[in-house]
Every structure is written in C-alpha cells, then in structure tokens.
C-alpha cells in the first residue's frame, strides 16, 4: 500500500497568513493527489485534485504543488472559514490511502 | 446539483450487521465508482472499499474484505454497504462518495454506534 505521510499533524495560524501543509508519498504516484477540507461536524470536500487543480468553487488562495514526492497544500491568506482540517489522498492505485491529517486552527 | 442522501443512524449490538444505504440525486451512478470511507471518532479518514455500479466489481482495503460488502442497484441509484460481525472498533462515521479517482462529491456521513 502507498503511505502518505502529512505534516503538521496540527497547525495555529493567523489570519491573512500563509498555510502551507505538505504530504509526502511512499512511491511516486505522479500528480494523482487530491486536498479535501472537512469543518467539523461535516463530510470532506475536494479542494485540489491531479495535485494542483482547483476544484469548483474553490477560493484562488488555495493552490497546490508537488515537488517529487512530496505536495504542498498552500492557503496564501488564511480566513476564518478556512479552519478545520485537512487531508491529502492519493489516487495512483488501490487502496486509496489518505494522510493522517492536519488540524488547522486560528491563533 | 449532485447529491448523496445517507441513511440515519445505526445503533448495532456486537456480533449483528447493518447494512447502509446512499442514494444518488443529479447524476448516473452507472457512469462513476462509488465508494465508503470511515472516520472513527477524533480520527482520520480511511477508504473502505469501491463499487463499480455498472457491473458490480468491488475493490476493498484488506482489512475490510471480511467487514464490508459493497452492492448497488442502478434502478434506484442507490449505492449500499452491510458492516457484518460489529465489534466496538467499528464505531464510526461512515461516508459514502463519488468519483473515479477522487471523491468529487460525499454524503453526510452516518454514524454507527456498537455497543450491547
């Protein structure tokens, strides 16, 4: 199975400032990641996918990067409904697997 | 608009099963993979299994290939999924989701609850 690594596990940050949250891959899986935000209580929702498309809807302060086999989820300024927490998986085979998550809150 | 409606809540005794459903509003559930992931209380999220509703091919995570069982019924566009042999470990959020590669859309998410 391919192991996403995500780091931080949490993260305070203000707000207007710059997120990033990374993911690093166990092999290479090409650009086959995605980002998903969940706000508690509710389902995940697809920010990113094929590593750096947004997805519709999504506010343009959100970009990806990939790097090898590592990706970088960015905010460029954060907002106070983007807290909540975050989750990359990887599309390349099956299982799909997901990071660990990282828990975004406000200092 | 696309929208998946999840059954209610499941209280389920150890050693009984559920079994969950998904129905599908705005899109052919023939024409994409459905699939089910758990969240288990304060945790991440872990991919279960797919279904292909247009044939009935089932992928499943090794440690789910004795829990769950994926079915379909593309009359209803309903996805479902029966949890057998509950034990308490099983207590989770479930979600079902869209898409072929990622989870384009997500439903709910319904809790299960195994206590005696």
């Known amino acids: 199975d391919i192991q996403m690594t995500q780091s931080p596990a949490s993260l305070s940050a203000s707000l207007e400032e710059i997120v990033t949250i990374t993911c690093q891959a166990s092999q290479d899986i090409g650009n086959w990641l995605a980002w998903y935000q969940q706000k508690p209580g509710k389902s995940p929702q697809l920010l990113i996918y094929?590593?750096?498309s947004l997805a519709d809807g999504v506010p343009s302060r959100f970009s990806g990067s990939r790097s090898g086999t590592q990706y970088s989820l960015k905010i460029s300024r954060l907002q106070v409904e983007d807290i909540g927490s975050y989750y990359c998986q990887q599309a390349h085979s099956n299982p799909r697997t997901f990071g660990g998550g990282t828990k975004l809150e406000l200092k | 608009e696309v929208q998946l409606q999840q059954s209610g809540a499941e209280l389920g005794k150890p050693g009984t099963s559920v079994k969950l459903s998904c129905k599908v509003s705005?899109?052919?559930?023939?024409?994409?993979?459905m699939h089910w992931v758990n969240q288990r209380p304060g945790k991440g999220l872990e991919w279960i299994g797919r279904?292909?509703?247009?044939?009935?091919?089932?992928i499943y995570a090794e440690k789910f290939k004795s829990k769950a069982t994926l079915t379909a019924d593309t009359s209803s566009n309903t996805a479902y999924m029966q949890l057998s042999q509950l034990k308490s470990d099983d207590t989770a959020i479930y979600f079902c989701?869209?898409?072929?590669?990622?989870?384009?859309?997500w439903g709910q998410g319904v809790m299960v609850t195994v206590s005696s």
């Open positions: 279904i292909d509703p247009a044939n009935g091919n089932t």
């Open positions: 094929d590593a750096t």
């Open positions: 989701a869209m898409g072929a590669g990622y989870f384009d859309y």
């Open positions: 705005g899109y052919n559930i023939r024409s994409t993979y």
